[in-house]
């Protein structure tokens, strides 16, 4: 794919959210323009061409990341599974019997055990999801609980997704969902969104106000917001 046709190949997606035009590079969805509502269509070519720089270098990451995906796993299923977020390595195992699904079992020392039809790479890629969804519970919502205390707010529940555009959201009903996917990126990254959530409970948007409280309870913010654009390297193509 080269750097001239990724500039002509892409989506346009409109969001009542958004205040500005960005731009979305992945390999399942390719380009996508993101624009407010009312957005002229006709100003997305100087945007990608003022953007192009970042299309061509993200591009080849991109690149670099599927052809290495695809070099380290069998069939698309992981051998082991780097837990980043929660300094956790687990090896993966598959055992074959004659049940139609597949389950997952942990061993004592780190050993992940899927068991079943695991010729199907969609059920194991579904058993591995639930167990991940698992593992955030068990081990990102006491963290968020913990930090919510400290900073004195209060949220009304917690949920666990897999989710592909963000790493977390919060709602005006106090509920706030986490991406399973933060379990592969570095800690102070997880902290950085975890905190980012929290501090959406007191301002539910990004005005001046969220951002100085965020930078109260985090004061390198914007170091970490800028390094969290990348962290989807962190995050194996077979999750995907």
Excluded at 165 to 178: A, E, H, M, P, V
Excluded at 216 to 223: M, T, W
Aim: proline share 4%; glycine share 4%.
């Amino acid at each position: 794919m080269s750097p001239h046709s990724i500039s002509f190949r892409h989506t346009v997606k409109e969001s009542t959210r958004a205040r500005h035009a960005r731009l979305r590079l992945s390999l399942r969805d390719g380009l996508v323009v993101i624009v407010p509502r009312g957005f002229a269509r006709e100003r997305i070519a100087q945007l990608l061409e003022e953007k192009r720089p970042w299309i061509e270098r993200t591009a080849r990451k991109l690149e670099a990341l599927r052809r290495l995906s695809e070099s380290e796993t069998t069939e698309g299923l992981p051998e082991t599974i780097d837990l980043t977020g929660i300094d956790e390595q687990w090896r993966v195992d598959y055992q074959k019997t004659g049940s139609g699904g597949v389950v997952a079992f942990e061993h004592d020392t780190h050993r992940l055990t899927l068991c079943g039809n695991t010729d199907h790479e969609a059920l194991c890629k579904a058993a591995l999801r639930r167990w991940l969804i698992q593992k955030a519970y068990m081990h990102l919502v006491p963290w968020l609980k913990k930090l919510s205390e400290e900073m004195g707010t209060a949220f009304q529940r917690v949920t666990v997704r897999s989710q592909r555009t963000r790493w977390g959201s919060c709602s005006w009903r106090k509920t706030i969902s986490l991406n399973l996917r933060l379990l592969f990126i570095p800690e102070p990254l997880v902290r950085h969104v975890l905190l980012h959530e929290l501090c959406h409970l007191v301002h539910l948007n990004h005005s001046s106000g969220f951002w100085a409280l965020v930078g109260r309870h985090d004061p390198d913010f914007a170091v970490k917001n800028k390094a969290l654009r990348q962290a989807w390297t962190h995050v194996p193509a077979w999750l995907d």
